[in-house]
């Protein structure tokens, strides 16, 4: 079993910044993908950003160039570098992680960014 949990999330004005985290503890065998994916108000969960083990990463369209995802495979977490952040940004930002090809989520941080 793995627990997912983030932090970073806030509020903050357009243009601004924030990074948001996500360690993962638990019996973890290995955490092959990890990324995120935001929900916002009556809208369905999206994909944002995610990294494989190896360092590849994949972006939305919506954010390339803006967000940036890394991790630490040592301390087993996972972030997120958001710049020039939008209002159209606000959502509650899930972080996910597949281990064993099961995945897993997080309870979600939220974002807000006001205009």
């Known amino acids: 079993q793995v627990q997912l949990v983030e932090s970073g999330g806030g509020l903050v004005q357009t243009g601004g910044s924030l990074r948001l985290s996500c360690a993962a503890s638990?019996?973890?065998?290995?955490?092959?993908?990890m990324g995120w994916y935001r929900q916002a108000p009556g809208k369905q969960r999206e994909f944002v950003a995610t990294?494989?083990?190896?360092?590849?990463?994949n972006y939305a369209d919506s954010v390339k160039g803006r967000f940036t995802i890394s991790r630490d495979n040592g301390k087993n977490t996972v972030y997120l570098q958001m710049h020039s952040l939008k209002p159209e940004d606000t959502a509650v930002y899930y972080c996910?992680?597949?281990?064993?090809?099961?995945?897993?989520w997080g309870q979600g941080t939220q974002v807000t960014v006001s205009s």
């Open positions: 990294m494989r083990n190896g360092g590849f990463s």
């Open positions: 996910t992680a597949e281990s064993g090809s099961i995945g897993y």
């Open positions: 638990g019996t973890i065998f290995r955490l092959n993908t």
